[in-house]
């Protein structure tokens, strides 16, 4: 069974940076969503990326945020940068999705996620 575990949240200034990682163990996966949902709204779909080189991105985050990933370490990141309040929201990883991308309802696999606050 795969599991996933979110780290490198935490509170940043606005215009700061983070690096977010999601780990898997139980088998290796080959296609990453990061979402987030921020208090009172509903999850969204921020970037996705696969071990064949694609990625996407919520329009909100292109050109701030970029998804990698490290076949080797079984591990994807999300680094982010010139982060907004509105940033502010838990991030969730989920994998191998079954449909459209961005739509959560495709993944059945998730982490907990991880805290990022950003202040004004």
């Known amino acids: 069974q795969v599991q996933l575990v979110e780290s490198g949240g935490g509170l940043v200034q606005a215009g700061g940076s983070l690096r977010l990682s999601c780990a898997a163990s139980g088998r290796t996966y080959d296609r990453v969503g990061w979402f987030r949902q921020a208090p009172g709204l509903e999850r969204e779909f921020v970037a996705f990326?696969?071990?064949?080189?694609?990625?996407y991105y919520a329009d909100s985050v292109k050109g701030r945020f970029t998804v990698s990933g490290d076949k080797a370490k079984n591990t994807v990141y999300l680094q982010m940068n010139s982060l907004k309040p509105e940033d502010t929201a838990v991030y969730y990883c989920?994998?191998?999705?079954?449909?459209?991308?961005?739509?959560?309802?495709?993944?059945?696999?998730w982490g907990r996620g991880t805290q990022v606050t950003v202040s004004s």
């Open positions: 989920a994998t191998d999705p079954r449909g459209i991308y961005s739509d959560d309802n495709a993944y059945n696999h």
């Open positions: 990326n696969s071990w064949t080189g694609t990625t």
